[in-house]
């Protein structure tokens, strides 16, 4: 005998009204038939399949707080994360400030390894707050100026990344591209 509302049914392929089921047919994994806008999607991508990922996103996360929580119970396994926490999220930032000058993911990986010290630093939690908000204020400011605007603040970046490749080469590797340019118009 199968109980009202069981994965069951779910797994049968029944949709129930109200009901939770997604993909894999299990509860909880999926989006709520009801609250679908006329073209039977939540608004989450092509096919309605971006809420049964936001589930599962939440499922993971779920998991993983779990499983911390089952580390920091231990005395021994607190310190341990504590550690751990504490040597991967130095590794990433350092690396990430090593790469700050150079063009490529450097302040990325900065604010990565603040987020891995966040799971366990209070302080780091903060800071990447702080930075988030910062960001998005930067953000919200760029986009509500005129396009002139956004083009001249795109050509200084772009500037600024030219410059700070053009001197790391040239001091970093000796080698000086812009010479090696006025050199070849030159001559050719």
């Known amino acids: 005998m199968v109980a009202e509302h069981?994965?069951?049914?779910?797994?049968a392929g029944r949709r129930l009204p109200g009901r939770v089921t997604g993909k894999t047919g299990k509860r909880g994994y999926g989006v709520p038939e009801e609250g679908r806008g006329r073209d039977g999607l939540r608004g989450h991508g092509a096919g309605g399949t971006g809420g049964v990922r936001?589930?599962?996103?939440?499922?993971?996360?779920?998991?993983?707080?779990?499983?911390?929580e089952l580390i920091r119970a231990n005395p021994t396994g607190r310190i341990a994360l504590k550690v751990f926490i504490a040597v991967a999220g130095a590794l990433v930032?350092?690396?990430?400030a090593v790469l700050i000058p150079l063009p490529g993911p450097g302040w990325l990986?900065?604010?990565?390894?603040l987020g891995i010290w966040a799971v366990e630093f209070h302080w780091a939690k903060?800071?990447?707050g702080f930075t988030r908000r910062h960001v998005q204020r930067w953000t919200r400011w760029v986009t509500s100026r005129s396009w002139?605007?956004?083009?001249?603040?795109?050509?200084v970046g772009l500037l600024f990344v030219c410059a700070v490749v053009w001197l790391s080469l040239?001091?970093?590797l000796g080698i000086d591209v812009v010479a090696r340019l006025l050199h070849y118009l030159a001559t050719n």
């Open 170 to 172: 040239k001091v970093g």
């Open 93 to 96: 930032v350092a690396i990430g």
């Open 109 to 113: 990986l900065v604010i990565a390894g």
């Open 148 to 155: 002139p605007v956004r083009l001249a603040l795109g050509t």
């Open 126 to 128: 903060r800071l990447l």
């Open 54 to 68: 936001v589930a599962e996103r939440r499922v993971r996360w779920r998991r993983l707080r779990t499983t911390l």
């Open 6 to 11: 069981s994965s069951v049914e779910a797994a």
